[in-house]
């Protein structure tokens, strides 16, 4: 069975400053995908970033950008600048590649911002 | 983009009553959908997967008979929780799947906006 390990339950930043958030996975599978989510205190979840377990090169969105270490099952976000509007719970999860498939959420990094 | 809209999003309800949550796709055609249930500062966990027109697939654990799912159309799921009691209280998610497969553009996995079910 697949896990996604958060090991971070909290997190702070200072406003500017930069922070990443860790997550490790375990998966027997070659194609896959992996998320992060936002889950700010609407709980309404939100897909900040994804990547292909098939492309090397690491995603980025905007101040959001990724450490996709597919050898080590690791799987890092880094959020640049941060902003006070970026804290909340962020989710890393799996999916294995298949349209349909389910997602595996880690346990989540509450993630403050502090002035 | 895709947009899920769940209702109700907060209910009460007594104790010994059922309650249905409903889940719709509003501008695609949702062929999976999931519910997933969250306790306070904790992670998702998935109950059950319903694809269009069959029966839905329960997680280990998750009462069938108590949380019924039912997905009868390709924008409507509903999960029903069936003589609800205070330990049902909970957060749930639905989340829905466009379908078309992995690399059909904007292919994703849209999550509503929850439900704060309370059961006094």
């Known amino acids: 069975a697949q896990t996604v390990t958060q090991s971070q339950p909290e997190m702070s930043v200072q406003e500017a400053e930069t922070v990443t958030l860790s997550c490790t996975y375990d998966t027997s599978e070659s194609d896959y995908y992996l998320f992060w989510y936002k889950q700010p205190p609407s709980r309404q979840m939100i897909l900040v970033i994804r990547q292909e377990a098939y492309k090397q090169q690491n995603a980025t969105e905007n101040r959001f950008s990724v450490n996709f270490q597919k050898a080590a099952k690791s799987f890092s976000l880094k959020i640049s600048d941060s902003q006070l509007g970026d804290a909340a719970m962020y989710f890393c999860?799996?999916?294995?590649?298949?349209?349909?498939?389910?997602?595996?959420f880690g346990t989540g990094t509450q993630l403050k911002v502090e002035l | 983009g895709a947009v899920v809209s769940q209702h109700p999003s907060r209910v009460i309800c007594k104790s010994g009553t059922s309650v249905k949550i409903e889940c719709r796709s509003l501008?695609?055609?949702?062929?999976?959908m999931f519910w997933y249930r969250q306790f306070p500062k904790q992670s998702l966990m998935l109950m059950a997967t319903s694809n269009e027109g069959s029966k839905a697939t329960y997680e280990q654990g998750v009462e069938k008979d108590k949380f019924l799912i039912n997905h009868a159309s390709l924008t409507l799921s509903t999960l029903t929780v069936t003589s609800a009691h205070p330990e049902d209280s909970s957060f749930y998610i639905c989340?829905?799947?466009?379908?078309?497969?992995?690399?059909?553009?904007?292919?994703?996995?849209?999550f509503g906006s929850g439900t704060r079910l309370t059961v006094v």
């Open positions: 999860a799996y999916r294995k590649s298949g349209g349909g498939n389910k997602l595996t």
């Open positions: 989340s829905a799947h466009k379908g078309g497969g992995d690399r059909v553009p904007n292919y994703g996995y849209t």
């Open positions: 501008d695609f055609q949702a062929t999976t």
